[in-house]
Nanobody, 124 residues
């Protein structure tokens, strides 16, 4: 069992940046693939980015590629999502998630553990 807590969300103007953090406890995140998802009001939860256990393999959704970067610091038991050039359409609750695996996944159903979410609001 691993517990995940997101932080770093907030209000930002279009073009600005935020860095989200996902702090894990109960287990070392080196055993987990770490993913980021987001959900806007009235919409389904969508994949944002994922990073493999060692950090050597990452994938990003088409909508954020080139603007967002997922990373992790296993020594700190923390994953990150650096968000640059934010757009109003990035507004959503952002969730950190994890599963025990050796590959990446963009399917929310593959993830066993979820944080509570952190709100990101981008104004135009």
């Amino acid at each position: 069992q691993v517990q995940l807590v997101e932080s770093g969300g907030g209000l930002v103007q279009a073009g600005g940046s935020l860095r989200l953090s996902c702090a894990a406890s109960g287990s070392t995140i080196s055993l987990y693939t770490m993913g980021w998802f987001r959900q806007a009001p009235g919409k389904e939860r969508e994949f944002v980015a994922v990073i493999m256990r060692s950090g050597g393999l990452t994938r990003h959704a088409d909508s954020v590629r080139g603007r967002f970067t997922v990373s992790r610091d296993n020594a700190k038991n923390t994953a990150y999502l650096q968000m640059n050039s934010l757009k109003p359409e990035d507004t959503a609750v952002y969730y950190c998630a994890a599963f025990r695996g050796l590959s990446t996944s963009d399917n929310a159903n593959d993830y066993n553990y979820w944080g509570q979410g952190t709100q990101v609001t981008v104004s135009s």
